[in-house]
């Protein structure tokens, strides 16, 4: 005699839940097992020797532990376009299978903004992992210009070093036009490094946005020495380090002007983006994602980092998911201001 309607329904219904935890914990299984035997590619979007280098190699050498399955990390410079050439290869060439991530110059957050013709990426489409820190950049000059105070940069002519589409550049244009500065960029440099060497070589005389931590790890006998003298920092809140230091939100009005700094500032919250590409399973990016916060409590990791002198504090993609959303939802009016100031002359 056949089974009631009702009781047929029933074992159908257990019949379904017990194939669908079944099938999750298969997935589950295949996700633990993906990483065995293999190798992961992090692309540093910036020049060898730089911060964003020293760092990325130093998360190479640890997150792999943190990985089920412990791949292999090997890594990449690639610092065309200050990270545009790295986060368009992340996002349409590279696999989207787990085994290929990426560590951004921040500026790619706002890049389409200022650089819309040779962004191929979309912020909203990429999956972020998370961030290696947050950032304070600071105006520099070299002991050989005139300058020793904030006020210089609005009397007195500052030649800089840029390199495209990176904060040294984008920088100066903004300091120039929302806050009246005299910054002459001499742009072409691959990055921060190429311009140390620059400011060295008195090819010019400073520099607009040179990351306070970087500044502290490779050039500490410079801010010892006083050879190179900070003159103003941007950050949305002065650094523990920099009390007395003058914010460039000090001198920067209100209304637009303002928003479009503060824009600028956003990115710094997520100063080192770490990113994989777009269709990401979403097992493996939850993987990827775990395995990145437990840096922020990895003591090799932090004791390495506190030996180089790296300033690291890692935040979790979803924080980095929030600042993604804020920035995509700027308005036109002051999108467009930021990008007409950043396309320069």
């Not at 311009?195 to 005389?205: C, F, K, S």
Request: glycine share 8%.
């Amino acid at each position: 005699m056949s089974k009631p309607a009702g009781m047929r329904l029933r074992i159908a219904a257990r019949t379904l839940i017990a194939c669908g935890l079944a099938s999750a914990a298969a997935t589950r299984a295949h996700a633990q097992d993906f990483y065995t035997g293999r190798q992961i590619s992090l692309i540093i979007g910036a020049a060898s020797g730089g911060g964003y280098d020293l760092l990325g190699r130093l998360m190479a050498r640890h997150i792999g532990k943190h990985i089920p399955g412990n791949p292999t990390i090997i890594t990449q410079n690639m610092p065309a376009a200050g990270s545009i050439a790295a986060a368009n290869h992340i996002a349409r060439i590279a696999p989207r299978d787990g085994t290929a991530i990426g560590l951004m110059q921040r500026g790619v957050l706002l890049a389409k903004l200022s650089n819309a013709a040779g962004v191929q990426f979309d912020l909203g489409q990429l999956t972020w992992l998370g961030s290696l820190n947050s950032e304070t950049g600071v105006v520099f000059a070299m002991s050989s210009a005139p300058h020793r105070k904030a006020q210089d940069l609005f009397d007195k002519e500052l030649i800089v070093g840029a390199n495209n589409n990176a904060d040294p550049e984008t920088a100066a244009r903004l300091y120039n036009a929302l806050l009246g500065t005299k910054l002459k960029l001499v742009t072409g440099y691959t990055g921060t490094p190429t311009i140390q060497l620059a400011m060295e070589r008195g090819e010019v005389q400073g520099i607009a946005d040179w990351s306070w931590s970087s500044v502290k790890n490779q050039k500490p006998d410079w801010l010892k020495e006083g050879r190179a003298i900070p003159l103003m920092q941007a950050a949305s809140h002065r650094h523990k380090e920099l009390p007395d230091l003058p914010n460039v939100l000090d001198f920067v009005k209100p209304g637009e002007p303002r928003q479009v700094l503060e824009l600028f500032l956003a990115q710094k919250t997520v100063a080192r983006p770490v990113i994989a590409p777009p269709g990401m399973p979403a097992d493996r990016t939850a993987l990827l994602r775990a395995a990145f916060i437990k840096l922020a409590d990895d003591t090799e990791f932090l004791a390495e980092a506190d030996r180089q002198k790296l300033e690291v504090g890692p935040i979790s993609g979803e924080a980095v998911d929030k600042v993604i959303a804020q920035i995509s939802a700027t308005p036109a009016t002051i999108a467009e201001r930021f990008k007409a100031i950043t396309a320069g002359p």
